[in-house]
């Protein structure tokens, strides 16, 4: 049998935080039937700066019971098309920012979308899990400590 002692465990739910956005902690749902991460969004609004695009946003980061918005701004990397959980077609627009998860950070793209109908404001897909080297142990949550944004410089 092959073992992944190279690749670090993650549950269902895990908390993320993404510095580079000023979130220091949300709670993600991990999701390997996505490719692309998602982070629940509202008030886009795409702007030049320094002859490059970029976008600002609100980012829901609470529950939807207790909800909190933070105000963001990121460089708009791509947009991308999204067949989302009900079956539509949708074009998002795609950023690119560090991710903190336990005593890790690397850089993850997420699509800026309504997940106000979702449970979890932020999904993290496959490709996040495969440039993170993780696996998944669905019968675990919160497997991770909670991020330590302090720890990461941005950039």
Known sequence: MKTFDHLNVIGLR???GLPGLGI?????KVDSGAKTSALHASDI????RDGQPWVRFNAHIGSRNKQRKQ????QLVDFKRVKS?????QERHVIRTPLVLGDRCWWVDFTLTCR???RYRVLLGCT???DGQLVI????RFVQDKPQTSLFIEG
């Open 45 to 48: 609004v795409t702007f030049e």
């Open 14 to 16: 895990e908390w993320i």
């Open 116 to 118: 106000k109908a979702m």
């Open 71 to 74: 105000y963001c701004e990121a």
């Open 137 to 140: 142990n669905p019968g675990l």
């Open 24 to 28: 220091d902690q949300v709670m993600a």
């Open 128 to 130: 996040a899990m495969l």
């Open 85 to 89: 959980s009900n079956g539509q077609l």
